[in-house]
């Protein structure tokens, strides 16, 4: 049942973003398979990590979408890469679009939530990103490494 007013319209759109959500933690699951096979063997642990930790995001929310008897959106069979991964600095690079992307679907889905539960799992989620997209940026000598407002566009 949803926490405030917005009734059976809000927790639609809560469920739309969460939608979202799972799209971007599905294209996240493959991307970091690209990002593991360009990194060598201690960098590696870090995208199997990462993979493992939006996997179990994936499957969190996926259960949530089906518990509340909404049909989850599938995985693709392969996603359109933005830039040629050819070194480990292409593949943090990677993961930080990566990790942004899935922070841009969380902010989406605190902007929709009408469950105190969803805001509680898309604030630990945009944190979680913005940790593991510090890390990520450090690796493809980004600057700055960390970003003020995680999943909300630059300013300027």
Do not use: C, I
């Not at 990566?98 to 939530?113: C, I, M, S």
Request: net charge negative; glycine share 10%; charged share 20%.
């Amino acid at each position: 049942m949803a926490d405030d007013t917005a009734g059976a319209a809000g927790l639609a759109a809560e469920n739309a973003a969460l939608g979202e959500a799972l799209a971007a933690a599905h294209a996240a699951v493959w991307g970091y398979g690209v990002v593991g096979a360009a990194l060598g063997p201690q960098a590696s642990a870090a995208a199997a990590a990462a993979e493992t930790a939006h996997r179990d995001l994936r499957d969190r929310v996926m259960a949530l979408l089906v518990g509340r008897e909404v049909e989850p959106v599938g995985a693709k069979g392969g996603y359109a890469l933005p830039f040629p991964v050819l070194t480990e600095v292409d593949a943090a690079a990677l993961a930080v679009v990566l990790e942004d992307g899935v922070a841009a679907t969380w902010v989406r889905v605190l902007d929709q939530a009408a469950e105190r539960t969803t805001r509680e799992l898309a604030v630990g989620a945009l944190g979680n990103a913005e940790v593991r997209a510090v890390s990520w940026r450090t690796a493809a000598g980004q600057s700055p490494v960390t970003n003020a407002f995680p999943g909300l566009p630059e300013p300027g």
